[in-house]
């Protein structure tokens, strides 16, 4: 493997950058680096790692001639342009889990605070006061707790809530009933959210559709004298409108850490005697920061020395058990693409991936990365990670199909593509862990594909072999291995030569000219 070079931004732990000196990288330690710095320093490095502070816009991935992965060292992504990065084929990675307790913890902290006072109690006493009746609280046992967004944070925040003897309820769309019966929340709308929580505390991914997803809508739903908490994003409330809503007295409360700028401008907000405010700190304890930069690092190391590729946010996660799961069909599915691309001229129409028997069992997304990065090489150079997207730019349109039955086999890939009407097809599968290309344009066949391979339609007749054996020869070319397939005796056939090197094209056209002989292509793996 070539040197690997690491540019850690943001003062990430010694705790993670040792892991990849460790395994043999060369790694740069910086602070915050300005946008502008950073994409002068970029062409050097093979990785960036930062936490939030650290910008990734457009104009710093443009000028990442080399870089492979950006990982962030926490999880929220909003400071990295993923279009950008994936357009240029660069894995952008995240560390979700390292800071879960941490920020779930500042949660709950904010929502005590929020019952009992607490800052506000501090404060005057601090001046010198001894004020109790004006720091009144309420108990959390018995209230209602609406969670949006029931990821690891959220689940978590409900156990907490449940201890506290809250109810609690959850919205997220993309779980179901089984994923949090075990955290004692009950799924409902957002609107039914909204209208039953004491208590709406965020924990989302800031995105175009969660910005700021708390409308004027849902609060108008929202009972008098809720509390609003955001530990999660920056942007998901409009602080202008929870100003309003709080100076109209339907918000009682709410406790903010993080914002759509930072440091924030919404400075009418912040003097509300009823807002609690802290500078981003969800993440912000020792133990989170270790967390995440071991973490982030530890599958840097993985994605590059390992081909295991965890917690990516633009690719198709491959960990050990997809790994062990599909093992050698992920280097088949590339030379699957290879292979079918250099059997016609010009980019195809359309590629249809059709999966068969075992291998539907679980994810195929990380195999069809793998085929259409080796199907687009041919073309231009990209990675796992844009190669579909530059295949849906140049038009070729994509289809993917499970079957449940291989026949024969216990897995089957089989790919189809029609260059200018002319259809063609490959199916390959794994035979003793060895990848097997086992049908050619609906002949059996059975070739291993590396190296160079011969494919010739032909007649089935005697004298062709012959042929083609007697100008391998003269052209000092040895046979590695043959594999011939037909029909029907004495109709259409295709002979498929593993070749020991590269034959010119001379010499291909010298086999192409012999009488039954259809069509010859060589192909290189």
Same mark, same amino acid.
């Given at each position: 493997?070539?040197?690997?070079?690491?540019?850690?931004?943001?003062?990430?732990? $010694?705790?993670?950058?040792?892991?990849?000196?460790?395994?043999?990288?060369?790694?740069?330690?910086?602070? $915050?680096?300005?946008?502008?710095?950073?994409?002068?320093?970029?062409?050097?490095?093979?990785?960036?790692?930062?936490?939030?502070?650290?910008?990734?816009?457009?104009?710093?991935?443009?000028?990442?001639?080399?870089? %492979?992965?950006?990982? #962030?060292?926490?999880?929220?992504?909003?400071?990295?342009?993923?279009?950008?990065?994936?357009?240029?084929? /660069?894995?952008?990675?995240?560390?979700?889990?390292?800071?879960?307790?941490?920020?779930?913890?500042?949660?709950?902290?904010?929502?005590?605070?929020?019952? #009992? &006072?607490?800052?506000?109690?501090?404060?005057?006493?601090?001046?010198?006061?001894?004020?109790?009746?004006?720091?009144?609280?309420?108990?959390?046992?018995? %209230?209602?707790? =609406?969670?949006?967004?029931?990821?690891?944070?959220?689940?978590?925040?409900?156990?907490?809530?449940?201890?506290?003897?809250?109810?609690?309820?959850?919205?997220?769309?993309?779980?179901? /009933?089984?994923?949090?019966?075990?955290?004692?929340?009950?799924?409902?709308?957002?609107?039914?959210?909204?209208?039953?929580?004491?208590?709406?505390?965020?924990?989302?991914?800031?995105?175009?559709?969660?910005?700021?997803?708390?409308? @004027?809508?849902?609060?108008?739903?929202? $009972?008098?004298?809720?509390? /609003?908490?955001?530990?999660?994003?920056?942007?998901?409330?409009?602080?202008?409108?929870?100003?309003?809503?709080?100076?109209?007295?339907?918000?009682?409360?709410?406790? /903010?850490?993080?914002?759509?700028?930072?440091?924030?401008?919404?400075?009418?907000?912040?003097?509300?005697?009823?807002?609690?405010?802290?500078?981003?700190?969800?993440?912000?304890?020792?133990?989170?920061?270790?967390?995440?930069?071991?973490?982030?690092? $530890?599958?840097?190391?993985?994605?590059?020395?390992?081909?295991?590729?965890?917690?990516?946010?633009?690719?198709?996660?491959?960990?050990?058990?997809?790994?062990?799961?599909?093992?050698?069909?992920?280097?088949?599915?590339?030379?699957? =693409?290879?292979?079918?691309?250099?059997?016609?001229?010009?980019?195809?129409?359309?590629?249809?991936?059709?999966?068969?028997?075992?291998?539907?069992d679980g994810d195929v997304r990380p195999l069809t990365a793998y085929l259409?990065? =080796?199907?687009?090489?041919?073309?231009?150079?990209?990675?796992?990670?844009?190669?579909?997207?530059?295949?849906?730019?140049?038009?070729?349109?994509?289809?993917?199909?499970?079957? @449940?039955?291989?026949?024969?086999?216990?897995?089957?890939?089989?790919?189809?593509?029609?260059?200018?009407?002319?259809?063609?097809?490959?199916?390959?599968?794994?035979?003793?862990?060895?990848?097997?290309?086992?049908?050619?344009?609906?002949?059996?066949?059975?070739?291993?594909?590396?190296?160079?391979?011969?494919?010739?339609?032909?007649?089935? #007749?005697?004298?062709?072999?012959?042929?083609?054996?007697?100008?391998?020869?003269?052209?000092?070319?040895?046979?590695?291995?043959?594999?011939? =397939?037909?029909?029907?005796?004495?109709?259409?056939?295709?002979?498929?030569?593993?070749?020991?090197?590269?034959?010119? @094209?001379?010499?291909?056209? @010298?086999?192409? &000219?012999?009488?039954?002989?259809?069509?010859? #292509?060589?192909?290189?793996?």
């Amino acid at each position: 493997m070539d040197k690997i070079y690491v540019l850690a931004a943001d003062n990430i732990e $010694k705790e993670g950058t040792q892991l990849l000196r460790d395994a043999g990288f060369t790694v740069e330690e910086r602070g $915050k680096i300005p946008a502008d710095e950073l994409a002068t320093a970029i062409p050097s490095y093979d990785v960036l790692i930062v936490r939030s502070a650290t910008k990734v816009p457009a104009s710093v991935i443009e000028n990442a001639a080399r870089l %492979k992965i950006i990982g #962030r060292a926490g999880v929220g992504i909003d400071n990295v342009d993923v279009a950008a990065a994936t357009a240029r084929g /660069i894995i952008v990675m995240n560390a979700p889990e390292g800071n879960t307790l941490s920020a779930a913890e500042h949660t709950l902290g904010l929502i005590l605070c929020l019952a #009992r &006072k607490i800052p506000q109690a501090v404060s005057s006493v601090k001046s010198g006061k001894w004020d109790r009746k004006s720091y009144m609280g309420t108990e959390l046992y018995g %209230k209602t707790l =609406g969670i949006i967004g029931l990821g690891r944070i959220g689940r978590r925040v409900a156990q907490y809530g449940q201890a506290l003897g809250m109810k609690i309820l959850g919205y997220d769309p993309f779980v179901s /009933i089984e994923d949090v019966q075990m955290f004692g929340v009950s799924l409902v709308t957002l609107e039914g959210l909204c209208r039953q929580a004491d208590i709406i505390t965020l924990h989302l991914p800031l995105t175009d559709q969660t910005r700021g997803i708390l409308g @004027e809508g849902l609060f108008n739903l929202m $009972k008098p004298g809720v509390w /609003i908490v955001n530990v999660a994003r920056g942007g998901l409330i409009d602080e202008g409108l929870l100003y309003r809503q709080m100076v109209s007295g339907k918000v009682a409360g709410a406790a /903010i850490d993080v914002f759509a700028q930072e440091p924030p401008t919404c400075k009418e907000l912040l003097a509300l005697d009823n807002v609690i405010a802290t500078p981003h700190l969800g993440a912000s304890t020792r133990e989170a920061q270790v967390n995440v930069a071991r973490d982030i690092c $530890k599958q840097v190391v993985d994605a590059l020395t390992r081909k295991i590729v965890r917690n990516a946010v633009n690719v198709p996660q491959i960990d050990e058990d997809i790994l062990g799961r599909l093992g050698r069909f992920l280097s088949l599915s590339e030379k699957m =693409g290879q292979f079918i691309s250099q059997m016609g001229d010009g980019l195809p129409d359309s590629i249809s991936i059709e999966y068969a028997g075992d291998i539907t069992d679980g994810d195929v997304r990380p195999l069809t990365a793998y085929l259409l990065k =080796g199907f687009m090489e041919k073309f231009q150079q990209v990675t796992y990670v844009n190669a579909q997207l530059v295949l849906r730019e140049k038009g070729v349109r994509l289809h993917e199909l499970r079957k @449940e039955s291989a026949g024969e086999f216990s897995s089957l890939i089989t790919v189809a593509t029609s260059f200018n009407n002319s259809d063609v097809s490959v199916a390959g599968t794994v035979v003793a862990n060895a990848p097997k290309i086992v049908k050619i344009d609906g002949f059996d066949v059975e070739a291993t594909p590396e190296g160079y391979l011969l494919v010739c339609h032909n007649d089935d #007749r005697p004298g062709i072999m012959g042929h083609i054996g007697t100008i391998l020869g003269k052209a000092s070319v040895n046979i590695a291995s043959m594999t011939l =397939g037909r029909r029907e005796k004495g109709g259409p056939a295709i002979t498929v030569l593993n070749l020991d090197q590269e034959i010119s @094209e001379q010499t291909i056209n @010298e086999i192409g &000219k012999f009488s039954g002989i259809r069509s010859t #292509r060589l192909v290189k793996l």
